[in-house]
């Protein structure tokens, strides 16, 4: 199975080097059987589309030769059919399917909570056939979030495709992305600039260049100063909460400690990064309670306020620890909400001691 970064797949496209089929995914999940639980990034994926549109097919005869499906609403014999059909004055045809996860009906567990085989779905076997021996004039780009590897489709789409993997940016990679985004526009940022964008914004590509591109018109062409980024650029506070989220799910001190402190260079308000701490705890008391009495996923999502990806890794954190371990986190912010508000030590040292007594190691054994 060939893999390829966005950039590598950029690259090799600009070169004229186009496959006939592409699986863009999100994060791959190795050797695990299920899929990975996170959203790939978007916006590259759409840059990724649109260079291998310019590059691909010809201006003049475009419009015959770009077919555009969604698999949640085309049968897939149908996709299948035009991507069999031969180019329109042109020498290649691009055939676009997206949300390949839609097609496909859902693996559901046996008595013995073990998953049964995929039940096949409609067009799959066509499918699957294609692969073997694709279009040489056609090339295929299939949408699959999260690819299921209980799924024979799931085996054939690795086994033939060149993969794309758009796995969401660290911080540290959105940053050195920021500052190449400037260089292409004649601007430049020092770190801590950038350290504060990021902090205000997070790693979504798709919202960081909304701000970076603010920031090049109130510039036109020079450098970028913290300054500039406290007058321009807002708190985008729910993908922050995310962010910051994710490292305490995990017990990842180092991380947690790291995003905490460059939120609280940025500005944010200690009572409110507080606050996403509290309702973090919340969501995984209530989430606790629900998956004790068997309620679905699907309704925990509901209950908590999460998608159901985000409450599907909420939910996987939340079977380690026990009531009790989530009884003293809560207890513990209380107490520095008390704090804070009486002015008792500096807040920073507060919220930092209350993330490091949260990701110590699990204390209890879960029940």
Same mark, same amino acid.
């Given at each position: ?24 995914? &999100?994060?791959? =999940?190795?050797? *695990?059987?299920?899929? $990975? /639980? ?7 994926? +759409? %840059?990724? @589309? ?21 698999? &949640?609403?085309? =049968?897939?014999? *149908?996709?299948?059919? $035009? /991507? ?7 020498? +290649? %045809?691009? @055939? ?44 295929? @780009? ?226």
């Amino acid at each position: 199975m060939k893999t390829l970064t966005p950039q590598a797949f950029m690259r090799a496209v600009e070169r004229g080097q186009v496959e006939p089929l592409y699986l863009f995914t &999100g994060p791959l =999940p190795g050797g *695990r059987r299920r899929p $990975v /639980a996170q959203e790939p990034e978007r916006y590259l994926q +759409r %840059r990724a @589309v649109e260079t291998l549109i310019e590059r691909a097919l010809d201006p003049a005869s475009r419009a015959f030769n770009l077919s555009l499906f969604s698999a &949640g609403e085309t =049968p897939l014999a *149908r996709i299948i059919d $035009v /991507a069999r059909q031969l180019p329109v004055s042109s020498a +290649r %045809r691009l @055939v676009v399917v997206r949300e390949l996860d839609r097609a496909f009906k859902p693996v559901r567990q046996s008595d013995s909570g073990s998953p049964r085989a995929a039940a096949s779905t409609p067009g799959e076997r066509e499918l699957i056939e294609y692969l073997k021996h694709p279009s040489e004039t056609t090339t295929i @780009v299939f949408f699959y979030d999260a690819p299921d590897r209980r799924r024979n489709v799931t085996h054939a789409l690795l086994k033939t495709c060149t993969i794309v993997e758009f796995r969401p940016l660290d911080e540290r990679e959105a940053a050195a992305w920021a500052r190449e985004y400037l260089r292409q526009y004649g601007c430049a940022a020092d770190d801590g600039a950038l350290g504060m964008l990021i902090g205000r914004v997070g790693s979504d590509l798709r919202s960081l260049v909304n701000e970076l591109n603010k920031l090049i018109a109130y510039v036109r062409q020079g450098p970028i100063s913290r300054a500039d980024v406290e007058i321009l650029v807002p708190y985008l506070r729910e993908h922050s909460n995310f962010e910051l989220e994710a490292p305490l799910l995990e017990r990842d001190r180092g991380r947690a400690l790291k995003l905490l402190r460059r939120q609280l260079e940025a500005g944010q308000p200690p009572v409110f990064l507080l606050g996403v701490i509290s309702q973090l705890y919340r969501r995984m008391m209530l989430a606790k309670d629900l998956m004790a009495q068997g309620v679905p996923n699907s309704e925990v999502a509901r209950a908590v306020g999460l998608p159901p990806h985000r409450v599907g890794r909420l939910n996987e954190h939340v079977r380690r620890l026990s009531i009790r371990e989530i009884s003293r986190g809560i207890e513990r912010i209380a107490a520095v909400d008390r704090a804070l508000k009486n002015s008792l030590g500096p807040p920073a040292l507060q919220l930092e001691l209350l993330v490091y007594e949260l990701c110590s190691p699990h204390t209890d054994r879960q029940r």
